[in-house]
């Protein structure tokens, strides 16, 4: 009898190992079949969003394309809107003497000013202070919105006056710029000002500059705003100011735009006189930029389409700050769907739109500690992922790479396309400044846009374009438009 237990328990045991080792296999070939869909949507999306140089190429003659339409005619029809600017020149580095700017932005504005020495001199006695627009006033009328902020600005006046000799005597001009992040922002909710109205309209602008100066003079302040710019202007405006071959800026940042300085013997549609200086400053507008040679998938495709804003800003979406973290977001959630890569649930908050912003792609991507420790603290903090793997957490700076080399990339060629269209590739030396938090604080994908510029135009051509990082900072702009606006009699 005894023996016969022991048979059985001898049975039971060998039942219960095979059982064990037939659903450990079983989890194996689940969890190797998970990874290999992993694996795949991975490659897929990898595949869909390359930029080899030839497609490169083809995006910056795209690009080239639809600046020569836009500048045709104001009656021809293309993405660009190419705003021409009505400055009448921008600073030839002689400027001298203290000046004050304002950068005003979606919810805030920037108060700034500075003394400029001329030439080969750095700025100095730079103070900037960033004032919060009361809700009450950003849903009021413009002319409430510049009372504000002229108020604002007397504070600053006084607590950092002009004591020097040199121009205050008389009225100064004083550089006013907006972000173009700005334009987004408000199409949200209301605003004391449509901006996409003001920039496509020259008497919208008009209004809001007179508006902004009977607030300046209210307020006994001793200067004037000739011209409303975009800050990416402003940006050009202090390139100009340090080198006389800089014919470019961009923004990269929560949104994207480039201004350039073109011949006015090239533009058509330009009305008037020529200017003396023979050039003319154009905001081109490209986030609005389409062309069949972009990388799309389906993720940006169903970005695109549960935007506020379908079939529009395709650019911007490929590659501004603002779109980056959702793209990023959406591919993870396809692979926690189909392929379990945050486990057995679905993250709740991974499936909540625009909660990775790029700041924090930005800490995963460029994560080197050892199995990517920063990457765990990101999805935990952002999406609530408290048992990401490695393995999982490696895919994640994987998919940011994809993302971010496109973006860059694709920014490069925009930038290597207006040089083109400037005729500067083969002929001429050519700098670009570049501002915006994507390419000031995001290192990979500064260094992928440099590399990108370097592969299209190859050793011979690369030399000629220098893309490097704006003066001054943000919204600094505001004050090389001032100085150049005051001191140029043009004016």
């Given at each position: 009898?005894?023996?016969?237990?022991v048979?059985?328990?001898?049975?039971?045991?060998a039942?219960?190992?095979?059982?064990?080792?037939?659903?450990?296999?079983?989890r194996?070939?689940?969890?190797?079949?998970?990874?290999k869909?992993?694996?795949?949507?991975?490659?897929?999306?990898?595949?869909?969003?390359?930029?080899?140089?030839?497609?490169?190429?083809?995006?910056?003659?795209a690009?080239v394309s639809e600046?020569?339409a836009?500048?045709?005619?104001?009656?021809?029809t293309?993405?660009?809107?190419?705003?021409l600017s009505?400055?009448?020149?921008?600073?030839?580095?002689e400027?001298?003497?203290?000046?004050?700017?304002?950068?005003?932005?979606?919810?805030?504005?920037?108060?700034?000013?500075?003394?400029?020495?001329?030439?080969?001199?750095?700025?100095?006695?730079?103070?900037?202070?960033?004032?919060s627009?009361?809700?009450?006033v950003?849903c009021?009328?413009?002319?409430?919105?510049?009372?504000y902020?002229?108020?604002?600005?007397?504070?600053?006046?006084?607590a950092?006056?002009?004591n020097?000799?040199?121009?205050?005597?008389?009225?100064?001009?004083?550089?006013?710029?907006?972000?173009?992040?700005?334009?987004?922002?408000?199409?949200?909710?209301?605003?004391?000002?449509?901006?996409k109205?003001?920039?496509?309209?020259?008497?919208?602008?008009?209004?809001?500059?007179?508006?902004?100066?009977?607030?300046?003079?209210?307020?006994?302040?001793?200067?004037?705003?000739?011209?409303?710019?975009?800050?990416?202007i402003g940006?050009?405006?202090?390139?100009?100011?340090?080198?006389?071959?800089?014919?470019?800026a961009?923004?990269l940042?929560?949104?994207?735009?480039?201004?350039?300085?073109?011949?006015?013997?090239?533009v058509?549609?330009?009305q008037?006189?020529?200017?003396?200086?023979?050039e003319?400053?154009i905001?081109?507008?490209?986030?609005?930029f389409?062309?069949s040679?972009?990388?799309?998938?389906?993720?940006?495709?169903?970005?695109?389409?549960?935007?506020?804003?379908?079939?529009?800003?395709?650019?911007?979406?490929?590659?501004?700050g603002?779109?980056?973290?959702?793209?990023?977001?959406?591919?993870?959630?396809?692979?926690?769907?189909?392929?379990?890569?945050?486990?057995?649930?679905v993250?709740?908050?991974?499936?909540?739109?625009?909660?990775?912003?790029s700041?924090d792609?930005?800490?995963?991507?460029?994560?080197?500690?050892e199995?990517?420790?920063?990457?765990?603290e990101?999805?935990?903090?952002?999406?609530?992922?408290?048992?990401?793997?490695?393995k999982?957490?490696?895919?994640?700076?994987?998919v940011?790479?994809?993302?971010?080399?496109?973006?860059?990339?694709?920014?490069?060629?925009g930038i290597?396309?207006?040089?083109?269209k400037?005729?500067?590739?083969?002929l001429?030396?050519s700098?670009?400044?570049?501002?915006?938090?994507?390419?000031?604080?995001?290192?990979?994908?500064r260094n992928y846009?440099h590399?990108?510029?370097?592969?299209?135009?190859?050793?011979?051509?690369?030399?000629?374009?220098i893309?490097?990082?704006?003066h001054?900072g943000?919204?600094?702009?505001?004050?090389?438009?001032?100085a150049?606006?005051?001191?140029?009699?043009e004016?």
């Open positions: 009898m005894r023996k016969e237990v048979v059985v328990a001898a049975v039971s045991t039942a219960t190992i095979v059982a064990v080792a037939a659903l450990v296999r079983q194996r070939r689940r969890k190797e079949q998970r990874w869909q992993t694996q795949t949507i991975l490659r897929k999306f990898a595949r869909e969003c390359a930029t080899p140089v030839p497609r490169l190429w083809q995006v910056a003659n690009l600046m020569q836009s500048l045709a005619s104001n009656e021809t293309t993405d660009l809107n190419m705003l009505y400055l009448a020149s921008l600073p030839n580095g400027e001298k003497g203290l000046y004050y700017g304002i950068n005003l932005r979606a919810t805030d504005f920037l108060i700034l000013c500075a003394r400029l020495g001329g030439k080969n001199k750095p700025i100095s006695d730079l103070h900037r202070e960033e004032i627009i009361p809700s009450d950003m009021g009328t413009s002319q409430e919105l510049f009372d902020i002229a108020g604002e600005f007397a504070k600053f006046v006084n950092h006056p002009d020097g000799n040199d121009t205050s005597a008389k009225e100064k001009k004083l550089g006013y710029t907006w972000s173009h992040s700005v334009d987004q922002v408000t199409t949200l909710s209301p605003s004391a000002i449509k901006w109205n003001f920039a496509a309209n020259d008497t919208v602008e008009e209004t809001l500059v007179t508006n902004i100066n009977q607030a300046l003079a209210k307020h006994d302040l001793n200067m004037r705003v000739y011209a409303l710019v975009d800050d990416t940006s050009l405006a202090g390139g100009r100011f340090y080198n006389r071959d800089c014919v470019a961009v923004t940042g929560t949104g994207t735009n480039a201004a350039y300085v073109e011949s006015s013997q090239a058509p549609k330009w008037g006189p020529s200017p003396k200086s023979g003319i400053v905001s081109t507008e490209w986030g609005n389409s062309s040679s972009f990388p799309v998938t389906e993720f940006d495709a169903s970005l695109d389409a549960e935007s506020l804003n379908p079939g529009s800003m395709i650019f911007e979406k490929l590659v501004s603002m779109y980056l973290g959702e793209i990023v977001r959406r591919v993870l959630l396809r692979m926690a769907k189909e392929a379990d890569l945050f486990g057995d649930t993250p709740p908050k991974l499936m909540l739109p625009y909660l990775l912003r700041p792609m930005a800490t995963m991507h460029q994560d080197t500690s199995d990517h420790e920063l990457v765990r990101k999805l935990e903090e952002v999406f609530g992922i408290t048992d990401s793997t490695p999982a957490r490696e895919v994640v700076v994987e940011c790479d994809i993302v971010t080399e496109r973006a860059a990339r694709l920014a490069a060629a290597v396309g207006i040089i083109k400037l005729g500067r590739i083969e001429k030396k700098v670009v400044n570049v501002e915006g938090g994507l390419y000031e604080h995001y290192r990979i994908f846009l590399s990108s510029v370097w592969e299209m135009l190859g050793n011979e051509l690369s030399d000629n374009v893309v490097e990082p704006s001054g943000s919204g600094a702009g505001a004050l090389f438009l001032a150049s606006q005051t001191q140029n009699p004016s």
